[in-house]
């Protein structure tokens, strides 16, 4: 997985990858609205090009994930969650810094910014890491018990959950990995989507100077099947977010 790394900072170019703040965007192209007009938010962005070296993703181009901040369940279907009328995941493959070419103005000024998760605007650091596991993936138990003929025998699977969690944490924000939840894995409880892997994960934050709240400190989740992200075919991501 690639951790990110934020840090507040004022001035970033629209073409950098950032956490909250403006988008790339050309003006070539339509800028993103919720089913009844309303234009959406720049969550994030990766600039692929910004990535340490590796085999997963794109090596250019820019993803962003745009949301509906005065939604209550901010873009949110529970029913369809790869439903993009109140969210959006917009892949640029061509990425320009002629600044002549793109949008300069953004069509957000009247959105009530106190209903956003992510206050402010946040440079990132990439950092190449490995995560194992989580215990909230719904192949947890069958990765994990199952191969050890743990299954049926007298064995305290909550202390061998919670120490697990200690060590192998997925909170934070990342891309690829395994995610973090703080209720249900919703994978599980749909057969379309058994196979999808982590895209992006923003977490809450706990640092002092990073303003990211997902309710009641929740956390969001993109997923993608590898077969998509290998197309770079981002129009059936789903989208989850939960809080306790």
Same mark, same amino acid.
């Given at each position: 997985m690639i951790e990110l790394n934020l840090t507040p900072a004022e001035d970033l170019t629209v073409w950098q990858s950032k956490v909250g703040g403006d988008p790339y965007f050309p003006l070539s192209l339509d800028y993103p609205q919720n089913e009844e007009s309303r234009a959406l938010v720049l969550l994030a962005q990766i600039n692929f090009a910004e990535l340490p070296e590796n085999t997963v993703y794109p090596s250019a181009g820019i993803l962003q994930f745009f949301i509906d901040i005065e939604d209550d369940l901010w873009g949110l279907d529970f029913d369809e969650p790869q439903n993009q009328n109140n969210f959006r995941i917009i892949f640029h493959e061509q990425v320009t810094q002629d600044v002549a070419q793109l949008l300069q103005e953004f069509p957000i000024q009247d959105l009530d910014q106190d209903m956003n998760p992510v206050t402010g605007q946040y440079a990132v650091q990439f950092v190449a890491d490995e995560r194992y596991i989580s215990i909230g993936d719904h192949a947890f138990a069958e990765t994990i018990f199952d191969p050890y003929g743990l299954e049926g025998e007298q064995v305290d699977e909550e202390e061998i959950y919670d120490q697990y969690d200690e060590t %192998?944490?997925? &909170? $934070? *924000? *990342? #891309? $690829? $990995? =395994?995610? =973090?939840?703080? @209720? +249900? +894995?919703?994978? $599980?409880? /749909?057969?379309? %989507?058994? /196979? =999808?892997? #982590? #895209? %992006? @994960?923003? +977490? &809450?934050s706990g640092q002092e100077d990073v303003e990211i709240l997902w309710g009641d400190c929740g956390v969001a989740n993109f997923f993608i099947h590898p077969d998509d992200l290998k197309k770079r075919d981002f129009s059936k991501v789903m989208y989850n977010w939960d809080c306790s």
């Open positions: %192998f944490s997925a &909170s $934070g *924000h *990342h #891309l $690829g $990995g =395994y995610p =973090y939840f703080t @209720q +249900d +894995d919703p994978r $599980g409880n /749909d057969e379309r %989507f058994k /196979d =999808y892997v #982590l #895209l %992006f @994960q923003l +977490d &809450s």
